[in-house]
């Protein structure tokens, strides 16, 4: 399945989503933002990577102004943009950006799953193409601050992270994996995973999104 595919798969359940659910309810995986405000921030945020317009990723901004920007338009209208904003970057797809959409547009429709009560395929194809990037990056800042290389076991297959010979080991599902990558869970809930050596020293690489203070139960 195309990078393409599975990006366009994915807002469209979410459109289902919202559609069905309450725009207006709050995503704890997104203090401070609702339902509506998530799909702003994939819409926005799409035709941004389009232009080119990375301004404010590094500190949080880039996300902020997308959802500040359209917060008086209606969900109609975001949606209307969103798909707009997908025919305009459906290029990007096969460019390594296409695995950093995949990542975001899948983390968000868990995101607002969890916010809506209607959790869906943690098992399935979408997440797993969801970690690819998220991995590369764990994997490069592992050997970038020169520690120990993690074996990470998944229910489809087994994962070296840095370099040389593992030295703890990670079971967990791909989604638990996904969730952790991508700041949706708490130290204390990245500690109670499977690990069969103390994780401690992995922790911060593992978190690329920052460290979330309180546990989200999904």
Excluded at 24 to 38: L, M
Excluded at 194 to 210: K, N, V, Y
Aim: glycine share 10%.
């Amino acid at each position: 399945m195309s990078n393409a595919v599975t990006y366009d798969a994915a807002r469209r359940r979410i459109i289902g989503l919202v559609i069905a659910g309450d725009p207006g309810a709050a995503v704890d995986a997104c203090p401070g933002w609702t339902v509506k405000d998530v799909v702003a921030h994939l819409a926005g945020g799409l035709g941004d990577f389009a232009n080119r317009n990375l301004d404010g990723v590094d500190t949080g901004e880039w996300g902020e102004r997308q959802v500040r920007d359209r917060r008086s338009r209606t969900l109609g209208e975001v949606f209307a943009e969103w798909e707009r904003n997908f025919q305009v970057a459906e290029g990007l797809f096969d460019s390594p950006a296409g695995a950093v959409l995949i990542a975001e547009v899948v983390e968000h429709e868990h995101d607002i799953r969890t916010a809506l009560g209607r959790p869906g395929d943690r098992r399935g194809v979408s997440v797993r193409a969801a970690l690819t990037r998220p991995l590369q990056e764990v994997d490069q800042r592992l050997r970038a601050r020169q520690l120990p290389a993690l074996r990470v076991v998944l229910e489809h297959g087994d994962r070296i992270l840095g370099e040389g010979e593992p030295t703890a080991t990670l079971r967990t599902s791909a989604f638990e994996l996904l969730r952790v990558v991508g700041g949706r869970r708490s130290e204390s809930q990245i500690r109670s995973l499977d690990w069969d050596a103390d994780p401690t020293r992995w922790l911060a690489a593992l978190q690329l999104f920052g460290t979330r203070d309180t546990a989200l139960v999904e």
